[in-house]
């Protein structure tokens, strides 16, 4: 049977199905799914040869269809998420998205309301602009973000139901609200641009991760995030960090998010057995698992010795951490920095050596202001931690 026959079945099928909400669609049939599902949670275990032969494979079948080359380009964006100061995948990443944009571009001229065509455009056009804003490339991520939502609202009109059409919509209101509040210099750009809305973004989000057949996994990963870093609610992320580190256990940032949910949620026993996972899995050199995640997991584990009034060990972890710092800020002392050695003073503290808790806190004085950290330290000058 021909690519466009089965085009024009597979598109017939979506719209069909699309009259039951919880109705999902198949890219292809069941040998090129298999092997694309096959490949997806591969990329999530960070096993990226296995995901490439997957793909391959995909491509092989249906050299004309967008799937194999879309999902063989995540492997791409997986190395750049987990090696995010790294340059060195920014430039396949981009031509591996550009050949998609071709295929779907291809398709898309002789029958313009192909949806799996229209969906594979709106997906790629989503990464591209979440490429540029982890770039910093706010100008660019917004004008690629708002072609991409125009693309994925099309994608709804056909299939009203889908939920995997439902993470790129999702993307877009939630961060399109987020956006402004945080960065306040955006906000003249996003005016020109249709305006967010966080709620029915998470609803969005959600609905993806609960029921879309492709891109569930990486709604759980927008929502560990959105959660955690922006709603300030490390009890709904939890949930969603449990899941993919457990079904994961090779992947580096879904042991991270899980091992800080922990923290904010004081599991500290539970927390400090994660942490020291990642100790390992850094010793062992497994992918992803760089000096940034080690110093980390050295602050938290000092932290969990510490509240276990475990003073000794404690203060070496945070030594670790400290000389890690050293090395690894280039830019003047971060967060890690400023945090450890605020807890170094107080452990000094606690043990009744109050000139060097002095030197500490006078030291965290010297440093570029973290958080509430200066008026911390000068109230702990005042009067000893307790």
């Known amino acids: 049977m021909s690519f466009k026959k089965n085009t024009f079945i597979l598109t017939l099928f979506l719209v069909l199905a699309a009259t039951n909400t919880s109705a999902q669609w198949v890219f292809m049939k069941s040998d090129g799914d298999s092997l694309v599902n096959v490949g997806i949670d591969a990329i999530y275990n960070v096993e990226f040869d296995k995901a490439h032969t997957s793909f391959e494979r995909v491509i092989e079948l249906y050299p004309d269809h967008p799937a194999g ?47 799996v065509a229209l969906f594979f455009r709106g997906g790629s056009l989503g990464f591209i602009g979440r490429f540029h804003a982890m770039r910093k490339n706010y100008l660019d991520a917004a004008s690629t973000g708002k072609e991409a939502l ?28 987020i956006f402004p509040e945080k960065y306040p210099v955006l906000k003249p750009l996003m005016m020109f641009l249709p305006r967010g809305d966080r709620e029915l973004g998470l609803l969005q989000l959600k609905a993806a991760a609960e029921k879309a057949r492709y891109s569930s996994v990486e709604a759980k990963v927008l929502l560990i995030s959105a959660y955690y870093e922006f709603e300030q609610n490390a009890s709904a992320a939890y949930p969603y960090a449990l899941e993919l580190a457990t079904k994961y256990p090779n ?20 927390m400090e057995i994660v942490w020291r996972k990642v100790i390992v899995n850094y010793m062992d050199k497994r992918y992803g698992y760089d000096m940034y995640a080690a110093r980390e997991a050295l602050y938290y584990i000092g932290l969990a010795r510490m509240f276990a009034r475990d003073y000794e060990i404690a203060l070496k972890y945070f030594y670790k951490c400290d000389e890690a710092s050293r090395t690894l800020d280039k830019e003047g002392p971060s967060g890690f920095m400023v945090k450890l050695n605020m807890k170094v003073g107080q452990i000094y503290d606690l043990q009744g050596k ?14 570029n202001e973290y958080e509430t950290s200066h008026d911390d330290a000068r109230r702990y000058l005042q009067t000893p931690f307790r």
Not at 93 to 104: A, G, N, S, Y
Not at 251 to 269: A, E, I
Not at 354 to 367: E, G, M, P, T
Request: net charge positive; proline share 3%; glycine share 4%.
């Open 69 to 115: 080359y879309f999902m063989d380009a995540m492997i791409d964006w997986w190395k750049i998420v987990l090696d995010i100061r790294s340059r060195s995948n920014d430039a396949q990443f981009e031509r591996k998205i550009q050949r998609v944009l071709d295929i779907c571009d291809r398709i898309l001229e002789k029958q313009p309301n192909d949806i």
């Open 150 to 177: 125009d693309v994925l609202n099309a994608c709804q009109k056909l299939a009203p139901g889908n939920h995997d059409i439902m993470l790129g919509t999702g993307i877009y209101n939630y961060y399109a609200a």
């Open 251 to 270: 992947n580096p940032s879904f042991q991270r998010w899980l091992g800080r949910c922990l923290v904010k949620l004081g599991k500290l026993d539970t």
């Open 354 to 367: 109050r000139a060097l808790a002095i030197d500490q806190y006078n030291k965290v004085l010297s440093f």
